[in-house]
């Protein structure tokens, strides 16, 4: 589902409240990893741009929580701890069926990756 929110902030006020907790700490770990990066909202959701090109985006969308890395190596290169139940992939997209199925730590080393890569955006 796509929002109207004009900033990131307002997105947020908006989610659901049992999603709220695990968005508030994909932005915190957004704004702490992508430095250079900046915040827009794109898409109907928060992004993170680099160059031009989002390369990370997040949103509460009606059956789940999506994160979009877009930088296909770093997708590739975490695709077996990210299998998991309750959580399915896409080219450039994970969903998390559940707020509690987000492993942080994984998503925090994706991020990381993603400063790093000079890979192709999907």
Do not use: W
Request: with cysteine.
């Amino acid at each position: 589902m796509q929002s109207t929110a004009r900033d990131v902030t307002t997105y947020l006020e908006e989610a659901p409240a049992e999603r709220k907790a695990a968005l508030l700490e994909l932005r915190r770990h957004c704004l702490a990893a992508l430095k250079g990066f900046e915040e827009v909202m794109e898409y109907g959701m928060p992004g993170y741009k680099r160059n031009g090109a989002v390369e990370v985006g997040f949103a509460s969308q009606k059956n789940f929580i999506a994160l979009y890395i877009l930088r296909t190596d770093v997708m590739e290169t975490h695709k077996d701890l990210l299998k998991i139940k309750g959580v399915s992939l896409g080219k450039g997209c994970i969903r998390y069926a559940k707020p509690g199925k987000i492993d942080f730590k994984v998503v925090k080393s994706m991020l990381k990756a993603t400063v790093k890569s000079t890979g192709v955006v999907c």
